[in-house]
């Protein structure tokens, strides 16, 4: 990228910056409002006798991990990249103790996860931060089936190796597919002789970008319309930052991990985005990919070439294995770069890392073209309650807002128990926006996806209802975490 096109992210955030060290100051105290009585009588309706307890430890801390070649040193739990693979069953009680062995407070989020306000790991929000050498035990049900996954919700936490796939298996499933594999996504910086919040000095910086390598800044996202970078068709503007590797399960393509199944097999796949400023679009060489869960929900199926996942959404696919070694290849959307697995039934030799399968140019699956499957549409209900989100974002100062304000300023969202809410996101840029709302799973207008993460293209207005049903307060925000951390964040908020 060019330096004409690193000025363009003059004084990101000025704003947003001090607006956050205003949310952290107050974390610890009247910031901290789920309200309580409610939000016991909601979980009390999750709770079951008996109920079979899912214990787990996580242990966020610096470490040294190989990406299948570069090596790096980053922040992670235990010692992978992704973290731990966690996994109940629909209507346990998951318990899991974290010992925060990094030099700054945390917590952890579990993504897609309808639970309890005070279990859903937003500092300042929903609870205190975790101190540095702290413990903290999260404890919730996991009402729902699917595919989720953890990070941090604190600063820039999620972009370093900070995550893990968190599977929540029904017990009635009915199977239809012989093996399993998960495949998280990432776009990679950290350790690489930059952090994230390198990266996010330099998207601040008057400077424009001057320090690091002052690679890849492009802030292709104020709708001006005069960047030339990071520019993706079905996108528009594809992200601020390009990263130097993108990775699937923590490897980089040079080192892929390998899926493995016998020939004719049925494979259900689970994709996690667990990226921070990129879509990817997926396809596996030679084969289709039949879509059949969004955000852990289920669609009615579709069959595809290729599907584009953004920042914290997921799919389920299944696949029919055909004979031989194939190419899974997720492409960073509208940048340079792609993250690889394997797929192998047979020897055979080993695509390039490189590889495109002509898959990718075909046709291509976003989220808002799927239906709900019948079990899980929301019934037909009179709105009672809207909000608007205007997405949009300006030059100077640099910053991300929802309706022209940064978190902490921005409006609250007021919902109230039993009511049918209708959230419109108006995006006013020229840069895409995964929406994401805790606690709840929405349902796109017109009988579409349930989803809690929904990409919102440049330009495009994207309707979503849901049902006010999970008392407390709720982030609603872009899962582009630095769009997040400088400002493009709310409150979906019932009353205390
Ligand atoms: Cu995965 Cu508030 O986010
Ligand atoms: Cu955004």
């Known amino acids: 990228m060019s330096s004409e096109l690193s000025r363009r992210n003059v004084l990101f955030g000025a704003f947003g910056l001090a607006g956050l060290a205003a949310m952290s100051a107050c974390g610890s105290t009247s910031a901290v409002s789920p309200p309580a009585g409610s939000v016991r009588q909601a979980d009390a309706l999750r709770r079951r006798s008996g109920q079979h307890v899912v214990t787990a430890n996580l242990t966020p801390r610096p470490t040294t991990v190989d990406l299948g070649g570069p090596v790096v040193n980053t922040w992670a739990y235990g010692d992978t990249v992704p973290g731990p693979l966690l996994r109940a069953r629909a209507g346990d009680l998951m318990r899991v103790q974290v010992d925060n062995q990094l030099p700054a407070t945390t917590s952890v989020h579990w993504h897609g ?75 990679w910086v950290d350790g690489t002789g930059r952090t994230p919040e390198g990266v996010l ?107 584009l996942i953004g920042m914290g959404e997921r799919y389920d696919v299944l696949i029919t294995v055909g004979d031989g070694v ?84 921005t409006d609250t969202l007021p919902v109230e128990e039993g009511q049918r809410v209708r959230l419109r996101f108006q995006n006013m840029s020229m840069m895409f926006h995964p929406m994401h709302v805790h606690g709840h799973t929405f349902g796109l207008v017109g009988g579409g996806a349930r989803k809690d993460t929904v990409i919102v293209r440049p330009m495009q207005t994207v309707q979503v209802d849901l049902d006010a049903n999970n008392p407390g307060q709720w982030a609603t925000h872009c899962h582009n975490i630095y769009h997040a951390e400088t400002g493009m964040m709310t409150t979906l908020s019932y009353p205390s």
């Open 113 to 187: 996860i309808a639970l309890r306000n005070s279990m859903d790991g937003v500092p300042g929000m929903t609870q205190a931060p975790i101190g540095a050498g702290k413990p903290f035990t999260y404890e919730f049900t996991v009402p729902d089936p699917g595919t989720y996954f953890y990070h941090p919700h604190s600063g820039l936490q999620l972009d370093r190796g900070l995550h893990g796939a968190l599977l929540v298996d029904d017990p009635a499933d009915p199977g239809g597919y012989d093996v399993e594999w998960t495949v998280v996504l990432d776009d």
């Open 326 to 409: 194939f190419p899974l290849v997720a492409l960073a959307e509208g940048k340079q770069g792609n993250a690889l697995a394997l797929v192998r039934s047979a020897a055979g030799t080993p695509p390039k890392t490189s590889v495109r399968p002509a898959e990718l140019a075909k046709k291509v699956i976003l989220s808002t073209d799927l239906t709900a499957a019948d079990s899980v549409r929301l019934k037909t209900k009179d709105v009672d309650r809207s909000h608007d989100l205007l997405l949009s974002g300006s030059m100077t100062p640099y910053r991300w807002t929802i309706n022209s304000k940064t978190f902490p300023d």
């Open 201 to 307: 000095k330099e998207l601040t910086s008057s400077r424009g970008g001057g320090a690091g390598s002052g690679k890849g800044m492009d802030g292709m996202g104020m709708g001006s319309g005069k960047g030339k970078g990071m520019i993706s068709p079905l996108l528009g503007g594809a992200g601020d930052i390009a990263y130097p590797h993108y990775l699937a399960n923590g490897r980089v393509p040079a080192a892929p991990v390998t899926l493995t199944a016998k020939s004719g097999q049925r494979a259900k796949l689970r994709l996690i985005n667990a990226g921070s400023d990129t879509a990817f679009r997926v396809a596996l060489g030679g084969h289709r990919l039949t879509i059949t869960h969004s955000d852990g929900f289920p669609v009615a199926p579709v069959t595809t070439d290729a599907l």
